[in-house]
């Protein structure tokens, strides 16, 4: 098992490039958060709704050093690599196949370091919350440290396809198993129009956006939730300012009014 950490610049390491042999990774359940109230003389609450705050993913391993001195540098780069303010993503990387039984002394080296790793269908964006190296004990002439870090989760409390940019025709398909609202993921919805007419309706999922001006062919919109725009141009008060939300398990079909083609920017399946 390994661990890829993306930086937002584009830079990409792997932690066993830092010497670092993945034990495990794991993502914990979603701390949640609730709005109630109690009134007095009624027994229960009055409970107005919750929400998902954040994410913890716990990731161990172990570092073999020759000293002390080399642990503390291992470390320190690891450090380095983990203390980014803005956030990175990390993804976990999973042996293709499990390791089956071996005498030993049958082959050389570890079962686990001869698999080649996958990355994982999830990515996590977090930042380091703790970072620890403890000495677990010796192995021949080098010392066993073992490192343990607990990320948090840095804007969604869920783990993140890789966005995409894609056209669709029918529906949206989405795999994740928590709802993804254009209000938090922030993907866009394009649409551009191949005819005219007097206004437009487009649908996905149970929401209807409606917007009341003219419509021209070659017209583009771009709805993002929280702004509207017909050619670049602001028309929020000309819509009933819908945002879209893509439903795990639902089809999230799309329809229409006008003929036209629609895209969605910054596709993502989201996960719990």
Sequence with gaps: MDAL???????RYLLSQYDVQVTQFEDEPIEGARNSTQLDARNGSIDFGG????KTVDVSGYIHAENMLAADYDTERIKALFATPEGFYITRRMPMSQPGFERPGEHVGGAYDRDEDV???KRFLVYCNSLDLEFFGSNGEKQVYKLTAELKTLALPYGESIPEDITVKGRVPYAGTVPCSQLEQQFVVVFTASAAADKLSLT???TTLEFTGKVAAGDVFRFTGFSYTQNSL????????AYFTLIPSDENKVSASVAGTIRVLHHQDLFA
């Design 51 to 54: 929400w998902h705050k954040s």
């Design 204 to 206: 996905i999922g149970a």
């Design 234 to 241: 602001n028309v929020v008060n000309a819509t009933n300012k």
């Design 119 to 121: 990355p994982d269908h």
């Design 5 to 11: 950490i993306e930086k937002l610049d584009g830079s």
